[in-house]
Structures are given as C-alpha cells and as structure tokens.
C-alpha cells in the first residue's frame, strides 16, 4: 500500500460517514414532516 492511500482511506471513511449521517438526517425530516403535512393539509 503506498503511503498515499494509507492517508486518503480514512478521509474517504469519514467522507462516507458524513455522507450517511447526511442522507439519514433528511429521511428523519422527511419522515417528521411528511405526517405533519398530511395533517395541515386534512384539517385546512
């Protein structure tokens, strides 16, 4: 393994990590807002 790599692996783990972290914050809000929604939308 050159040292080069050894470097840029864990940068892209926690990239990747981020990235996750990210993505599910955004399906929470989504699956938060979504019934929330729903709900002005039936009592308007």
Do not use: D, Q
Not at 22 to 38: D, E
Request: proline content about 7%; glycine content about 4%.
């Amino acid at each position: 393994m050159s040292p080069g790599l050894l470097v840029e692996a864990p940068l892209l783990l926690l990239f990747l990590e981020n990235y996750l972290y990210s993505r599910v914050t955004v399906y929470l809000l989504y699956i938060g807002l979504v019934p929330f929604y729903l709900v002005v939308v039936v009592s308007c």
